[in-house]
C-alpha cells in the first residue's frame, strides 16, 4: 500500500531516519545504555524547551501529561482560570473540574485568540486564583496564543502558568524558562516526528514547591517518583516505552543540530506560502490576525462548497488532512505541516486539491 501523506497536526508521517532506530532492539530500562540514552535525551529536551531545569518523560499521549499537569500541582477547591480558545483549551477544563478545582473558563470564539484584559480582570476579581492554564498552539483552529503576556503577570506571583505546548513546540517560537512559565506538556507524535506514546512535562522550581502541597490522588502520573527516579538514576518510575524513549533521543539531538529557530523560520514559510496558495483558490484563512497563526496548521474556511466532501476524496487520493467540528464541520480544512515537507511536495497536494475542487 501507498504511504498515505499526513498532512496533519499530528501525528505525521515519520521519517526514513527515524524509521530505523524505530526498528532496532531495546536496552533494558534499569541498565547504564538506557541511562546514557536519558541523559541525553533530558539535556536536549532542555534546549528545546529552553529551560534550565529537568524534563521528565511520561509514556502517554499528549493527554496524560496535560492530566499530570492538573493533578501535580493543585489541590481540590482551588480556584484556576482556564484560558478557552478552542476544544483543547476546553480540555484542560474538564480535567480541572474533574479532580476537583473550580475553573473559571475565559472562552473565546472559534479561531480567536484571548484578550490580556479580560485574564487581568479575571485576576483582579479572583485574587485567590492559584493556576492559569492555557493552549500555545490551539490545534483545533490554528490560533496561537501569546504565552509570554500572561507570565508577565503570573511571575513573581504564587500563580501557576500551566501551558500546552503539544502541538505548538519546535514549530513556533518557545522560551519556558524566559516567558516564566511553570508548567509545560508536549507530545512525541507532533513535531518530534516520532510516534505517539510519549509525552514530556518541564516544570519550574515553583511548581516544584507548588507539588509538594498537593492534596490530589495519583499513582502512575505522580511527578516527584518521576523526578526521584530521573535524579537519582537516570530513571522513570516504571518501565517506560524504551523504543520510543531511543527514538525521541535521536529526534531531540536532530532538531538541536538543525537549531530550533532554523526549523521555526522553515515552518514559518511554508505556512505563508500555503496560505497564499490557498487564498488564491479564494479559501480564507480562520486567524485572522498574523501574529495569532500558529506555524502547526492553516485552518481555511471555503463558502459554497462542503469541504468534508473534498476532504474525504484527498483520503481515497492519498493525502490526509482534517475537518472541523460542530459549525464547522462542513466548511473548515486543516492543512498540518509539523511533518517533513518541501515545497515541491507541498505544491504536488495543491495539485490534487485543485483537482478535487473542480469536481464540486
Ligand atoms: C494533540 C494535542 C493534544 C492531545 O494529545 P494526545 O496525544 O492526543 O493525548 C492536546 N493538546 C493539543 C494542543 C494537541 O495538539
Known amino acids: 500500500m501507498k504511504k498515505k501523506v499526513l498532512l ?19 536496552v533494558h530500562h534499569r541498565k547504564v545504555d538506557f541511562h546514557n540514552v536519558m541523559k541525553e535525551l533530558n539535556e536536549n529536551l532542555k ?32 480556584k484556576v ?11 484542560f477544563r474538564k480535567i480541572a473540574g474533574i479532580y476537583g478545582l473550580e475553573p473559571i473558563n475565559l472562552e473565546y470564539e472559534f479561531g480567536e485568540s ?29 490560533v496561537l496564543n501569546n504565552v509570554a503576556a500572561v ?19 519546535v514549530a513556533n517560537e518557545f522560551d519556558f524558562d524566559g516567558w516564566n512559565i511553570d508548567v509545560a506538556v508536549a507530545g512525541s507524535q507532533k513535531a518530534f516526528l516520532i510516534p505517539p506514546g510519549l509525552a514530556f512535562l518541564a516544570m519550574s522550581k515553583k511548581a516544584g514547591r507548588a507539588a509538594e502541597k498537593s492534596d490530589i490522588p495519583k499513582y502512575y502520573f505522580d511527578i516527584k517518583q518521576a523526578e526521584k ?12 516505552a524504551i523504543g520510543l524513549i531511543i527514538a525521541a533521543n535521536v529526534s531531540c539531538r536532530i532538531i538541536v543540530e538543525k537549531g530550533v529557530e532554523n526549523i521555526v523560520r522553515e515552518k514559518y514559510e511554508l505556512r505563508k506560502y500555503i496560505e497564499q496558495k490557498l487564498s488564491e483558490l479564494d479559501f480564507k484563512i480562520l486567524v485572522k490576525d498574523e501574529e495569532n ?42 492543512v498540518g505541516i509539523l511533518g517533513e515537507f518541501s515545497r515541491e511536495d507541498i505544491d504536488e497536494f495543491l495539485a490534487v486539491l485543485i483537482e478535487e475542487l473542480e469536481k464540486q
Open 8 to 26: 496533519t497536526p499530528g501525528p505525521t508521517n515519520i521519517p526514513e531516519n527515524l524509521l530505523g532506530v524505530l526498528g532496532t532492539d531495546i
Open 47 to 78: 534546549k528545546i524547551f529552553k529551560t534550565r531545569e529537568n524534563v521528565y518523560v511520561l509514556t502517554s499521549s499528549g493527554t496524560g501529561a496535560m492530566e499530570a499537569a492538573v493533578v501535580n500541582y493543585f489541590s481540590k477547591g482551588e
Open 81 to 91: 482560570l482556564v484560558i478557552n480558545t478552542g476544544y483543547f483549551g476546553d480540555r
Open 114 to 142: 484571548y484578550k490580556l484584559e479580560d485574564v487581568k480582570k479575571a485576576l483582579a476579581e479572583n485574587p485567590d486564583i492559584k493556576g492559569i492554564f492555557m493552549t500555545h498552539s490551539e490545534t483545533s483552529t490554528g
Open 151 to 169: 507570565g508577565e503577570l503570573t511571575k513573581d506571583t504564587d500563580i501557576l502558568l500551566v501551558v500546552d505546548t503539544i502541538s505548538g513546540l
Open 229 to 240: 527516579a530521573f535524579e537519582s538514576k537516570s530513571e522513570t518510575p516504571y518501565t517506560p
Open 293 to 334: 497563526r500558529s506555524n502547526t496548521l492553516i485552518s481555511v474556511v471555503k463558502d459554497g462548497i462542503k469541504i468534508k466532501n473534498v476532504i474525504r476524496s484527498l483520503e481515497e487520493r492519498g493525502y490526509t488532512v482534517t475537518g472541523g467540528k460542530g459549525d464547522f464541520e462542513d466548511s473548515l480544512m486543516r
